[in-house]
């Protein structure tokens, strides 16, 4: 028998009282409408205080596939070009260099790439670009250079060197935060004042931005991480001081019921109750490989505090469209090949199977990403989702 909202609510207590987050919710959602919502644990650890299904949290990077829609929109409009040089968008992208290691006085060296960057490259993270959680050697280049990193919200923090050739390797990184800026360059608006105008309005996505309102703030779960004692805490993350850019790699934040908003515009083709944001065409090039036999590889974590090793659906063969995560076999949870997916970096999650027509998403709210209880309880999730079915 297909899983009752009765199951679903037992697997995110489950994960609550198994010590997998203080507090969850999910949404299970087909191209109608949504068809489960709960919650489970509390917003802040110890408080007493729910967690709602209207609980407003950081999503860090689900973002990006939304940045990705703002792009995509404006390649239909032919005001970006997925192969053009991105230089000619974003100057600071034109004549890439590659880190080739550091000399004997710890200082980097580099060389000039094989090609250029395009908007392809940097939806598929295959530019070159990284995070400096998970790779030591762009960790070592901002402590060498004194630059600061990408939670500055500096714009010279997206001015990195690539570790390999435009188009020949696949890692993870601040890719979407330079679509980011192209967005903004040729719409002439804030990525989120475009985003609210193109994407949050019409789809009615009214808890989502890069700033919370002060009613949003109060209905926010508190961030946690993990104690030596394996005891949870709530956290403040730092804010940026003097914030340049908003990041389009991870910035939002939202609640569950404005994400599966947008997970069925997906499964729509690009339509929710009759608006359109995306043609059926650009949804289904999106939802394609775009990076060839490259294929989706573990992230090796050199900040444990924020990341332990991370892999999505490890073992399992995963290729990357235009930012979305595409699985190239069936998952173990029951989606079946050409599923999307991917997530964001207080463990939370989201997937869209548009042969069966339907999709979910996970959000809590804690760190290091890709803990082991959490995962599993996002997978438990989604397999009773797929159960009998």
Known sequence: MPATAADLDAVLEAGVTGGAAPGIVAAVVDADGVTYMGAAGERAIGSGVEMTTDTVGAIFSMTKVITGTAAMQLVEQGKLDLDADAGTVCPELANPVVLEGFDDDGQPVTRPAAGPITLRHLLTHTAGFVYDIWNPELARWYEATGTPNIFSLEKQSLVTPLMFDPGTQWQYGI????????????????????????????????????????????????????????????????A??????????????????????????????GELDGVRILSPETVATMSSNHMGDLRVSELKSVMPPFSVDAEMFAGEEKSWGLTFQIHEEASSTGAPAGTLSWAGLANSFFWIDKENGLGGCYLSQMIPFAEAGTVDTFYSFMSAVYAGR
């Open 175 to 238: 890719n979407i935060d330079w679509v980011g800026l192209m967005v903004e360059a040729v719409s002439g608006q804030t990525l989120g004042e475009y985003m609210t105008e193109h994407i949050f309005t019409p789809l009615g996505m009214t808890d989502t931005g890069f700033a919370p309102t002060e009613e949003q703030a109060s209905r926010a779960s508190a961030m946690h991480t993990r104690m030596e004692d394996g005891a949870f805490t709530a956290i403040d993350l730092p």
């Open 240 to 269: 940026a001081e003097n914030p340049e850019f908003e990041m389009g790699g991870g910035g939002l934040v939202s609640t569950m019921g404005d994400y599966a908003k947008f997970i069925r515009m997906i499964l729509n083709d």
